[in-house]
């Protein structure tokens, strides 16, 4: 009975553990920062400074249905790796995995959190007019 609700208690907790993100870093390193001052935003259109793309983040992929809390739990892990690699924000949306090309097999649709980790450009340089 013990070794039961061990079992149980281990599968559990192994299911409560974060996904783990695959980050692609695409620019130069950057100290790290704390993650409540990357800001957040929801497509590129909202960012009102230049910047450039430091780092892509993806997560695993969820089922549609019922995954609002495990989104919310990627949207925060990938705020904070994009902390880690030094951004200064994140632009984070939601996707949907295209269904395989089974004809006829209903295949619950699936999501999964894909990021940019920007940092911002502090000196901007333009060609010489000629």
Do not use: N
């Not at 009975?1 to 980050?23: E, G, H, R, S, Y």
């Not at 790290?32 to 590129?44: C, Q």
């Not at 904070?80 to 395989?100: F, P, Y």
């Not at 295949?107 to 333009?126: D, G, N």
């Amino acid at each position: 009975m013990k070794v039961t609700a061990a079992a149980l208690m281990l599968l559990a907790a192994c299911a409560c553990a974060a996904a783990k993100l695959d980050v692609i870093q695409v620019g130069p390193w950057f100290q790290p920062r704390d993650w409540r001052k990357v800001e957040v935003f929801t497509s590129r259109d909202q960012t009102a400074r230049p910047w450039g793309g430091i780092a892509i983040i993806h997560s695993p992929r969820v089922k549609a249905s019922g995954s609002e809390a495990a989104l919310e739990r990627m949207k925060l892990q990938a705020r904070r790796q994009a902390a880690e690699l030094g951004a200064d924000a994140v632009i984070i949306s939601v996707d949907s995995a295209s269904a395989g090309p089974e004809m006829g097999v209903y295949e619950e649709p699936e999501l999964f959190v894909s990021a940019l980790a920007i940092k911002y450009v502090t000196e901007v340089s333009t060609p010489a007019a000629k």
